[in-house]
């Protein structure tokens, strides 16, 4: 069990299969206070549907990354993403996608729980059975760094940068696309982090000399 001062995480849980869905809710809801589950479902549903943002994402892959020839984004929901997966390859897939933890589809409640407490909290965390995959996280961190840009952008965070470009506060944004204010802030942050600024002005420029807005 967690510190009893912590206060409840509150989580997404994302899962096509609605039998993994339904099992992972009853594992989440037997934790107690430790966790609120504020909605679950599949990731077109929780993305179209967005309600209060959560602290973290946990992403069941199932057989949502078997299609390797397909291009796959993690729940975009406004917050870190743990992701479970059945195994290496899908794990490689996850990460790609922008998952900010791993572990295996079988991790027991006490794990999970801590690995979403941690992942909320801007830590990465991995399987030990997938450290090669965080080895490999750790010596290609520069590349990545280095490649961030406007193909790195989701399509949300191209919405947010566009509102950035007229000059909108967090909480415009947030009323224009009918989302949160603390959402809001997690993708300008987001936006301002892959195009490598600091502030919204530079972001604006930055993304005006790559064609991606218009002043």
Not at 56 to 83: F, I, N, Q, S
Not at 102 to 110: K, Q
């Amino acid at each position: 069990m967690l510190d009893a001062s912590l206060s409840p995480l509150r989580l997404a849980l994302v899962a096509e299969d609605p039998l993994a869905r339904g099992a992972l809710s009853r594992v989440l809801g037997d934790q107690g206070s430790e966790l609120q589950l504020l909605a679950s479902g599949t990731q077109v549903e929780l993305e179209t549907t967005r309600g209060e943002a959560p602290d973290v994402v946990l992403w069941d892959t199932g057989l949502r990354l078997a299609d390797t020839e397909a291009r796959v984004d993690a729940p975009d929901l406004g917050a870190p993403v743990l992701a479970l997966v059945a195994d290496d390859a899908a794990g490689e897939l996850a990460l790609g996608a922008g998952a900010k933890g791993l572990l295996f589809r079988d991790v027991s409640p006490g794990p999970l729980t801590a690995a979403l407490y941690a992942v909320a909290r801007g830590l990465a965390v991995f399987d030990p059975g997938l450290s090669e995959l965080r080895a490999s996280t750790r010596t290609t961190a520069s590349v990545t760094t280095s490649a961030q840009g406007p193909d790195a952008l989701t399509p949300r965070e191209r919405e947010v940068l566009a509102l950035l470009a007229e000059g909108l506060s967090n909480k415009a944004i947030a009323d224009r696309l009918g989302i949160s204010e603390h959402t809001a802030k997690f993708h300008v942050n987001a936006v301002l982090a892959k195009l490598g600024v600091q502030r919204r002005t530079e972001a604006v420029v930055r993304a005006a000399r790559m064609g991606l807005v218009t002043l």
